[in-house]
Structure formats: C-alpha cells, structure tokens
C-alpha cells in the first residue's frame, strides 16, 4: 500500500474510535441517569412505607441482613 492510503485507512479508523467513543459516553451518562432515578425512586418508596408502617425500617433493617447472608447477587 502507499502510504497516502495507509495514512487515510488510519484516519478512517480514529473517526470511527472516536466516533464509538462518544456513543459509549452518551450510553454511559444515559445509564448513571437511570440508576440516580431508581435509588431516588427507591427513597421515595421507603418513605412512604415507613409512613403508613412505622415499623418497616426495622423490619428492612432485618430482612436486609438475612437476604445479604442467603442471596448471592450474581445468581439472581
């Protein structure tokens, strides 16, 4: 090959690079919006139910400690 078509092949594939890259960035914000929506939806939900049962924190407190010891989060 000579070299002036070695050196657009070359640039071809840093525009697709960077082009990719960016798209990844994109879907990584998209992603890190969606995880802040669901842990403030999650508060959300808490509070409310320790509203109507005074006694949920508690009883997620033990829950949480028991799921921990017998759930492995991978299998699920």
């Known amino acids: 090959m000579r070299e002036k078509d070695v050196e657009k092949q070359f640039q071809t594939l840093q525009q697709e690079i960077d082009t990719n890259a960016e798209a990844f960035e994109g879907l990584r914000r998209d992603q890190r919006a969606a995880v802040d929506t669901l842990r403030l939806e999650i508060e959300v939900l808490r509070r409310c139910i320790e509203r109507l049962h005074p006694g949920f924190r ?3 407190d033990t829950t949480w400690a ?5 759930i ?4 699920l």
Do not use: N, S
Request: proline share 8%.
């Open 72 to 75: 492995d989060p991978e299998a």
């Open 66 to 70: 028991e799921v921990v010891q017998e």
């Open 58 to 60: 508690k009883c997620l």
